[in-house]
């Protein structure tokens, strides 16, 4: 199993009302990915609520392997949701490693 974790880092211009809906509105949309990308496993996205840290949300997902990942990372519908969050993102970072069985 893969376990791929990303944190995302909001601009600072994004505020207010639209940074909250944009941050819901790519929850959503990840959310609902499972009922298009059946090699998803497990997916969740959550906002951080440290003030202090630098990345706005951190999204965990699970994949039987890495090639289910990369099939993930181009499908057309997560291309379409990561569309929503693109603009406003100033910076990601991203870690994909294996557990055993």
Do not use: T
């Amino acid at each position: 199993m893969v376990k791929h974790i990303v944190l995302f880092q909001l601009n600072d211009e994004l505020q207010g009302e639209r940074r909250e809906q944009v941050k819901q509105d790519f929850r959503n949309g990840i959310m609902a990915l499972p009922e298009v990308i059946p090699f998803i496993r497990n997916i969740e996205v959550e906002f951080n609520v440290n003030p202090k840290e630098q990345y706005d949300i951190a999204l965990y997902s699970e994949f039987d392997c890495l090639d289910d990942v990369k099939a993930y990372a181009v499908h057309p519908q997560h291309v379409e949701v990561a569309g929503i969050i693109r603009p406003y993102m100033k910076n990601r970072a991203c870690v994909d490693y294996e557990i055993g069985e």
